[in-house]
C-alpha cells in the first residue's frame, strides 16, 4: 500500500480507539469505513482495536464482485450497509457505526428523534428516522438503512445503534457525535415533559448558515472573504470612549 492509504488506515483506527474511550462506542460493536479511490477500507470483524494494524484493514471494491475482499481477516459483519452506502452515495466518503447509549435507547424505543434542536439541520432534514428492525449483517437491514438515510446523513438502526456518514471520515466521526448528543438531549427533555419542536423554517435557516460553520471539507471551503469593516455604531461608540477618556497627566497633576 502506498503512503497516502496507510494513513487512511491508521485514521480508521485512531477513529475507532477514540469512540471506544469517548465512551461513543463499547468494545468491538461498532465499525467503521472510508472511501479511497475505487474501493472501500473497513474494520475487519470482531478485532480489539488496541490490536488492529494498518494491515488488518479490510479492503472491498466499490465495483466489480460484489462482496469480496482482500486482507488477512473477514470485513466487518455489517460490511453490506456500509458497502450499499458507499455504492449509491457518491459524496459519502465516511460511515460510522456504533452502539452508542442514548441513539441505541431510542432506537429500542423505535422512536425518530424530531428538530429538537437545531443541530439536526446537519444532518439534511428536519429528523432523525429510525430504520426498521432486521438481523445485523443482512441485506435487509442494509435496504432498511438505506431508506433510512435518504437526504439525510444519519439515522437510527431499531433495537440495534445508529449510523453517521459524512464526506470524509472525520465529518462521518462529528455527525456520529452530534447523533449522540442530540440523542441524548432529545431523551432527557422527554423526561420533562413535552420537548418543543423547531419547525422547518427555522432548520431551514440554520442549515443555510451551516454553508460556513462546523467542520468543513478543505478541498470544497473557497477562501475566506475580506474581514468585514466594524458596524457604523460600534465605530461612533469607540470613537465617543476615546473623547471621554481622561487625560492621564492632567489627572496626575490634580
Not at 34 to 52: F, G, H, N
Not at 66 to 72: A, I, K, L, R
Amino acid at each position: 500500500m502506498n503512503r497516502e492509504e496507510r494513513l487512511l488506515r491508521e485514521n480508521i483506527i485512531a477513529k475507532c480507539r477514540w469512540m471506544n474511550a469517548s465512551g461513543l462506542n463499547q468494545g468491538t460493536s461498532g465499525n467503521i469505513s472510508a472511501r479511497y479511490k475505487d474501493r472501500m477500507l473497513i474494520t475487519p470483524s470482531a478485532t480489539p482495536y488496541d490490536a488492529m494494524k494498518p494491515e488488518m484493514i479490510a479492503s472491498m471494491p466499490l465495483e466489480g464482485d460484489y462482496g469480496s475482499w482482500d486482507g488477512p481477516l473477514k470485513p466487518s459483519t455489517e460490511w453490506r450497509f456500509h458497502l450499499d452506502i458507499m455504492r449509491g452515495r457518491p459524496d459519502v466518503g465516511g460511515v460510522v457505526h456504533t452502539h452508542s447509549t442514548y441513539a441505541t435507547v431510542l432506537a429500542i424505543a423505535r422512536k425518530p428523534i424530531p428538530a429538537c434542536h437545531y443541530m439536526m439541520a446537519a444532518f439534511g432534514g428536519t429528523d432523525i428516522r429510525c430504520a426498521g428492525y432486521a438481523r445485523y449483517g443482512t441485506a435487509e437491514l442494509s435496504e432498511l438503512a438505506l431508506q433510512a438515510l435518504e437526504g439525510r446523513n444519519g439515522c437510527l438502526l431499531a433495537n440495534h445503534g445508529m449510523i453517521a456518514v459524512g464526506a470524509n471520515l472525520d465529518k462521518a466521526m462529528w455527525l456520529a457525535v452530534e447523533l449522540e448528543t442530540i440523542a441524548k438531549q432529545y431523551y432527557l427533555s422527554l423526561a420533562l415533559g413535552q420537548p418543543h419542536i423547531l419547525g422547518d423554517a427555522e432548520i431551514a435557516e440554520t442549515a443555510q448558515g451551516f454553508s460556513t460553520y462546523g467542520l468543513q471539507d478543505p478541498k470544497t471551503t473557497t477562501k475566506a472573504k475580506a474581514k468585514p469593516k466594524p458596524a457604523k455604531a460600534t465605530t461612533k461608540a469607540r470613537a465617543v470612549a476615546v473623547r471621554r477618556k481622561p487625560d492621564k497627566k492632567r489627572s496626575s497633576s490634580r
